[in-house]
């Protein structure tokens, strides 16, 4: 075991922005973290067993073995606020990916894990079906935020990314073929996604003369 160092690379990791989802970091802070809580328990387990009679009867654990155990306690509680602030900072900037999705406001895209992406989506339904609910406010909330409005209305783009390859037929029934550079006009409801994931860019009508 090695203490705190894991937890310690953790939140090192999070001052990348634009860092992938460590995995392999993750499952050795949790590793570190069985094995602390698995070293406890077999020194409680052994001390009990050795306890000392106090002065008003009642055993209590002998003061060798107490700063170990402390030891491993305060690693144990260590390597779990460091898992969660990991988990907790990557959510947020989920998050505020999905609200700021343009590449000039969010130049610097986090790359996401499998359980990020699966996230991401929920988040991404969650927000439609109150979206759905509440439309005629929506509007209002996505316009602060700097996005289109819930509508079928066509934007300006240009391809950063190929998205998919060969042409495609969109939801709307729009039929194209993205060419990195080339640009588009159409309908944001079949864009967002991949406005969002910075396979494509939102552009102004000054952009799109240049």
Request: hydrophobic content about 35%.
């Amino acid at each position: 075991m090695d203490f705190g160092r894991y937890g310690r690379e953790l939140l090192l990791e999070l001052k990348r922005s634009n860092a992938a989802y460590n995995d392999t970091l993750v499952s050795s802070c949790l590793q570190d973290l069985n094995l602390h809580v698995r070293a406890l328990g077999d020194q409680v387990a052994a001390a009990s067993r050795d306890q000392e009679a106090s002065t008003d009867g009642k055993p209590k654990l002998s003061m060798s073995v107490r700063p170990s155990i402390l030891l491993q306690e305060a690693a144990i509680h260590r390597n779990k606020r460091c898992l969660l602030t990991y988990h907790w900072v990557r959510l947020q900037r989920i998050q505020k990916q999905y609200w700021s999705p343009r590449q000039e406001d969010n130049e610097e895209q986090q790359q996401l894990g499998p359980a990020e992406e699966e996230f991401l989506q929920a988040y991404q339904q969650l927000h439609q079906r109150y979206a759905q609910n509440t439309l005629p406010f929506v509007d209002d909330l996505r316009a602060h935020a700097g996005l289109p409005p819930l509508n079928t209305e066509r934007v300006l783009l240009r391809v950063v990314t190929v998205p998919t390859e060969g042409p495609v037929v969109l939801a709307s029934g729009v039929s194209v073929e993205f060419r990195v550079g080339a640009t588009h006009f159409l309908p944001w409801n079949d864009v967002e996604e991949w406005v969002r994931k910075g396979h494509l860019r939102l552009l102004t009508g000054e952009e799109h003369n240049e």
